[in-house]
């Protein structure tokens, strides 16, 4: 309980400190070994889940706040963010609720009456990272993307539209090429793809997909076929950064 | 000058109803005739040009608030508003700065400190609607893309950025039929796609832009042809309305 009340102060102390009204919620998508996940919070001492989340500082940059509340909420540093939506229902998020949740006298409330949040997401190999808990926070793990608990506020919809988002720009921006190693067969990249997208293996067309790929014009076969499987072996492929990189360029 | 202090008064007042750190600004694109403007604002008894935005209120659904303002500083109604971005550098908006540029005293501002600006941009056929100025403005007028002045704030990075967000959902998400009459030829689409994309007249290559255009599986060919050009006449074209329907949801 003592532990409690100085978070709370410490919350309160906060909010003198930060545009009261706007908050960043963090969605960070994992993927490995085929599957795609989304890293949650467990609020101290509940079973309530929600999304990394904090408050946006007076003097502070939207972007800076972003990456400094992902840091201090799960640990994780040096992921690239992409704001993608901001959420501004007016009854998303209410300070006397939160206030009764805590078993506060509702009247005594210190937190934002309302909040509008800026949504960033994430992707990462979750192999490569590893997620802590903060104080306000008794778990912080990884779950499915097809099954995510009830989450507090309107978490559901901020991490639903952020998985939108991720496979929307995913499609378009030719972002899996970051989540292989530097050699990799077009049959392990379409794997990559169709994991992110939600399809089962083979739901790509096959030949759509590496005439799509390869129109992108920054792959590059290499003199080198992969071995060990069942089956003839398939070419390897890399990406040519320069092209990959005027690719990114047009495509910003 | 006691026009002026009412509307300082009205600005008052507004802050106290308003969630005072956050904006929106909207970026309204018209396209007619091969042309794509964009709508701008000259600040009353200045020469200084902004785009069209406004304070949220404390009670207000964020996309409620965006076509208030909308309505409120221009005029127009019924447009499809998209939100694209929201900006948050620390430095955008200063309070102090505003007062000083009215001539104002800076110690007694009761403008924000800083604000963020949820930004929202719309596409509307040019000759269809009819900007009108509210009483912040003296002037509200449509300017060429290619040559907006310097804006107020950081109004030019919001535009710019709005231009970029237009251009890429456009070629995705297949918006030109919507400034063409029912009946058009693939000539006629064309001229829109280039337009918009900043193209001159042939930029896009003809069959590429058919073959991706007809692709999307939701034009019907009439067995009409167009008649009274120059050369050999035109199939004419129109939208399946179904099939346009099933496509939107596809790619929403």
Known sequence: MEKFITVLQDIKTLFNRSLSELSIDCVVFGFHDEQL??????????????????????????????????????????????????FGANNRYNGREIMARLGLPPEQNFFPERAVSVGYYALVEYSLVEPQTDMMTDECRWWDVNEIPELL????????????????QFDHEALGFNLLPEKFTLVELQRVYETILGLKKGGLDRGNFQKKILGYGFLERLDERKTGGAHKSPYLYRIDPAKYGAYLRENE
Chains 1, 2 share one sequence.
């Open 37 to 86: 996940k989304v890293l949650l919070l467990r609020a101290k001492g509940s079973d309530s889940w929600m999304l990394p989340g904090g408050w946006i500082l007076k003097t502070e940059h939207l972007e800076d706040a972003a990456y400094r509340i992902l840091k201090e909420r799960t640990g994780l540093g040096s992921i690239f963010l992409q704001q993608f939506h901001t």
């Open 153 to 168: 506020f309107d978490h559901n919809e901020i991490a639903s539209r952020a998985l939108k988002a991720l496979r929307k």
